[in-house]
């Protein structure tokens, strides 16, 4: 059921669309609103008036503005996965079915406990987070910090993962125009009909700007019609882009501007296949800001009361939205358009209860109009509000003479002038200028083809916004090469418009300056007393401007009265630095599609579609998706599934797809010279047919890299990387070809995605090999011996390279065919496998395999390891140069005393032995002082039936068979462990020769 009939809409009127009736809900409320209303709007018409609470203090907020500088009516915005707070009810676009509550409050709305915040104001003043919390200091982490954690932040987050798309877009134009009222209008015309290719942003989901709201004539029609007639031509012209709902958001280098473009944020959740918003990089050889200008509220006591609202905002409610803040309303300016509010008000039939008017000349017009409506104008200015949650009931005024009047109203609105929206013109570091005759900063050092016109340029008139704009049009449409007519300007009378500075009115209670964040003009004067007069000090300690508006409606106002208590003017004062967002923009944009398995590109083994119908598990290893391991029915865990593979190996045969390792082809009459200058071995006595394992090392003498290199020709090497480094090190290999060693005459080709790859490991491979490779291939011992390499034929007549290689400790070989027969090579090897029962085996029995050998991997070429540490320094050779030989002798790196590979088990054979525990000496406390080393790699060994691991550990070479401590404070476990031999499985190496 319906809670309010919107008890405070107009009967007619407005631009809603009052055949399209919509329900929401807000905080478990359920109301009626129509198509074209905001949620702002919607929650006015039902007379709601209470929409959050403040920050800091927790006092009751209402509506304060109609758009995107809104700092009062931040809610959370739908359900479940798509919650999302901080959400302005003033540019949430209503739809059927909207759920919305308000945040920052608890239990409820109404009765915020919170609110006894207010009590401790005194405590709660600028700066009071630097003052207190001092004392004790154990209470920071048990106390303090706690408390303030939960009390931080506004709103709350889904807490899951977010269900909705994102994208990101390039678009390229000639003129970008920021802002679709008369100037942003106008500039559009003028360069679409000078040829250019323009793009119109516009945040709003209806055209017009201010012009919705404030009506008048344009070229001899209504304001509306002009309109109409206005988007036809646009639409007709071929170059012309208009985007609504697009909020340009920031200012970049070379021309680039960030614009957020809200593509489904006005349904419950996008259509499918479609995304939520979009993210667009926008290069623009000329910009125009259009932008308009912010009203800005003037600072007095009770000004945040619910039922106090900007006067514009007022008006836009009633004109365009036929929704009444109030019935009977009074208005406090200082200027000549805050009139304006008064007469929508009178033409929507509403009662105007007193105009406060702080100048001292009010046009003999405005007191007429007065007269016959029969209200009071009063010289003075507003001191105080009397009223609470269910918004204004009484207004205090000081009166220019001295004496005081109160007036019975349930609404006011306020009009402190308005400051153009600088915004975009500031960033780059640019500083707007202040200009006296409206009281306002105005751009200046806009970024590079940026200029700003209408009202952001300080231009209030309409007749003012509709000429800046059209010769800004014109002018960027010539600038950036075209010189087609532009044809008429259009016409409008510009209004009056005068202005008397106002910015704080004295009294008692407090006078809110930073309304989200609670800041006041007692909190301006602590500051200005305490010495942080500078502006950009005076932000950070009261955090002026530093909330989700970013200062929009209080930055002036602070700056004007930190002016008035050093005795300086305002642009002596001057401003913060600007940055963009100029709105806040989802994380989610910025990401786009690059989010979960869409973060990067992913690359697919030869195998990985018959892996993935073995119902294999994968493991994402760099862009790699892997096979991990093949499960069966039956098996409990993983860890079951590992111990058969590797059994399976051992006892029988099994093959892996080792594609990922980077693969490089060396050509040329100086290749082999040229791999002595790169690995620490020499690789230009190797014969022809055969493979040697080689090791890379940076310029600084650390281990970059290894694998096996096998010389297939007198001038052709074929090489392997590491999957990871596969391109760091066709990029270090190009780096010395063409930098460090340009008298070779060598090639280097990248062929990782050319071969596909599979290692045959178990005393069956033989077997296994002669099923699938031509008969005629001598496979045995003396004709293909350990670290053999050549081509062979497969049956069938398919080319292959085959290479005895091992890294399992098994009799090995790894077989390369051409990419595209990976498939079908892997689905051959099942099923002439299927008489030794050959078993696919993944990365995690592959590891387990190597450990048990003993060979280093990726956690022990980590990048802080020697060749020496790892037990290899005796492959360096003294015989020639190479990459890093220098720096690879520095007193650090051959210390006796350095962290070198041991293998690492435990006392306790039932004990799990857990990757990263650090090593310590019995005995001794465990910390940074008796900390000698750590564990690198661990597995369960089905060979020993224990857990054991490689580790690195002081001059552990020297210390086999010590017994000393694992220390996981992580875990909370602590254990005896022996440091042996990292070789634990055929040492002699017997198995993998035989």
């Not at 003033?90 to 406990?113: C, F, I, K, M, V």
Request: hydrophobic content about 40%; charged content about 20%.
């Amino acid at each position: 059921m319906v809670s309010h009939a919107q008890s405070h809409r107009l009967t007619s009127g407005g631009l809603i669309d009052r055949s399209a009736p919509l329900t929401f809900r807000f905080d478990g409320k359920t109301f009626a609103g129509f198509q074209g209303d905001t949620l702002a709007s919607a929650l006015i018409a039902n007379g709601v008036k209470l929409v959050g609470r403040s920050f800091k203090y927790h006092r009751p907020r209402g509506i304060l503005t109609a758009g995107s500088e809104e700092p009062n009516a931040l809610v959370e915005l739908r359900t479940g996965a798509r919650r999302e707070p901080n959400t302005k009810a003033t540019t949430a676009e209503l739809y059927d079915g909207l759920e919305a509550a308000s945040q920052n409050r608890w239990p409820s709305l109404r009765h915020d406990l919170m609110a006894v915040n207010q009590l401790f104001s005194p405590i709660f003043v600028a700066g009071f987070y630097y003052k207190t919390f001092m004392w004790p200091a154990k209470f920071w982490e048990a106390v303090y910090e706690p408390a303030i954690r939960r009390a931080a932040g506004l709103g709350r987050s889904a807490g899951v993962a977010d269900p909705d798309h994102y994208d990101k877009a390039w678009a390229h134009c000639d003129v970008l125009i920021a802002g679709s009222g008369p100037a942003g209008l106008a500039a559009a015309l003028a360069a679409g009909r000078s040829g250019a290719r323009v793009i119109l942003c516009e945040e709003d989901f209806a055209l017009g700007g201010r012009l919705l709201a404030d009506g008048g004539t344009i070229d001899g029609m209504p304001a509306a019609e002009w309109i109409s007639r206005t988007l036809a031509e646009l639409a007709s012209l071929p170059d012309v882009r208009i985007m609504t709902r697009t909020t340009l958001f920031g200012v970049y280098d070379g021309g680039t501007y960030g614009a957020i473009e809200r593509v489904n944020d006005h349904l419950p959740s996008p259509p499918e296949h479609q995304v939520r918003q979009r993210l667009w990089r926008i290069v623009a050889k000329r910009s125009i800001v259009a932008a308009g200008a912010i009203e800005r509220p003037i600072v007095f006591a009770g000004n945040d009361t619910p039922g106090v609202m900007m006067a514009s905002a007022m008006r836009t409610y009633i004109a365009r939205y036929a929704a009444t803040p109030a019935k009977r309303i009074a208005l406090f300016t200082n200027n000549e358009d805050g009139w304006r509010t008064v007469e929508a008000a009178l033409g929507a039939g509403l009662q105007i209860a007193a105009v406060v008017d702080a100048r001292p000349d009010v046009s003999a017009a405005h007191r007429a109009l007065a007269a016959k409506a029969g209200f009071a104008v009063l010289n003075g200015f507003v001191s105080g509000v009397d009223g609470g949650k269910d918004g204004v009931r009484k207004i205090s005024v000081a009166l220019a003479g001295g004496a005081r009047a109160e007036v019975e109203a349930d609404g006011l609105a306020v009009s402190g002038g308005w400051n153009p929206a600088v915004g975009l013109t500031s960033y780059h570091r640019g500083r707007p200028k202040w200009q006296d005759d409206i009281s306002a900063f105005v751009p200046d050092c806009a970024p590079p083809g940026t200029v700003a016109a209408g009202a952001a340029n300080g231009a209030f008139g309409r007749g003012a916004c509709l000429r800046q704009g059209f010769a800004a049009g014109a002018a960027a449409a010539q600038s950036a090469g075209h010189s087609g007519s532009a044809g008429t300007p259009p016409v409008a009378d510009d209004e009056a418009f005068s202005l008397t500075p106002l910015w704080h009115v004295a009294g008692k209670g407090k006078a809110f300056v930073d309304y989200q964040h609670d800041v006041t003009a007692a909190d301006i004067e602590l500051a200005q007393r305490e010495g942080f007069e500078s502006v950009e000090h005076l932000k950070r300690y009261t955090t002026l401007g530093m909330a989700t508006d970013q200062g929009k409606t209080s930055n002036v106002a602070g700056l004007a009265i930190m002016a008035a208590l050093s005795g300086k003017s305002i642009p002596e004062t001057g401003t913060t630095i600007y940055r963009p967002p100029y709105v806040p923009v989802a994380i989610g944009a910025f990401a786009g599609h690059h989010r979960d398995e869409n973060f990067h590109a992913t690359r697919l083994t030869p195998s990985h579609h018959w892996a993935a119908e073995q119902g294999a598990v994968f493991v994402d290893t760099g862009l790699w998706k892997r096979a991990q391991w093949y499960p069966r029915a039956g098996e409990k865990d993983w860890l079951e599934t590992v111990i058969r593979e590797v059994k399976a190996v051992r006892s029988g045969v099994g093959f892996c797809d080792v594609s990922t390792l980077g693969k490089i082809d060396v050509h040329g009459p100086d290749a082999g010279a040229f791999l002595d200058r790169v690995y620490i071995n020499i690789f230009s006595n190797l014969a022809v047919g055969k493979a040697r394992y080689g090791l890379m090392l940076r310029e600084d003498g650390l281990v970059y890299d290894d694998g096996t290199t096998s010389r297939l020709a007198e001038d052709h090497y074929f090489l392997t990387t590491t999957t990871a480094k596969a391109g760091p090190v066709m990029q270090h290999l190009e780096f010395c070809r063409q930098v460090l060693f340009p008298q070779f005459d060598v090639q280097l080709t990248s062929v990782s995605d050319q071969w596909a790859q599979f290692s045959i490991a178990g005393p069956m491979t033989r077997d296994l090999l002669r099923e699938i490779v031509d008969p005629a291939e001598d496979l045995s011992n003396e004709g293909f011996p350990f670290m053999g390499a050549r081509q062979v034929a497969l049956r069938g007549g398919i080319r292959a390279r085959l290479f005895r290689i091992s890294f399992s400790g098994e009799m090995a070989f790894e077989i390369s065919v051409p990419a595209r027969y990976g498939d079908a090579l892997v689905r051959n090897l099942m099923i002439a496998g299927k008489q030794f029962g050959a078993t696919p085996y993944g990365t995690e029995a592959l590891g387990v395999m190597r450990i048990e050998k003993g060979h280093v991997a990726g956690p022990e070429l980590n990048g802080t390891t020697t060749a020496a540490d790892l037990g290899l320094g005796k492959m360096m050779s003294t015989k020639k140069d190479f990459v890093g030989r220098v720096m690879a002798g520095r007193e650090a790196l051959v210390a006796p005393d350095r962290q070198v590979v041991v293998g690492i088990k435990p006392t306790d054979r039932a004990r799990r032995l857990r990757s990263g525990a650090h090593v310590i000496p019995k005995g001794e406390i465990p910390g940074s002082a008796n900390d000698q080393g750590y564990v690198t790699s661990v597995c369960f060994s089905p060979t020993l039936d224990q857990w054991i691991g490689l580790a690195l550990v002081e001059r552990g070479r020297e210390r086999i068979g010590e017994i000393v401590r694992a220390h996981d404070p992580l875990r909370g476990e602590d254990y005896d462990v022996e440091l042996c031999n990292p070789v634990f499985y055929d040492p002699d190496g017997g198995r993998q020769r035989g």
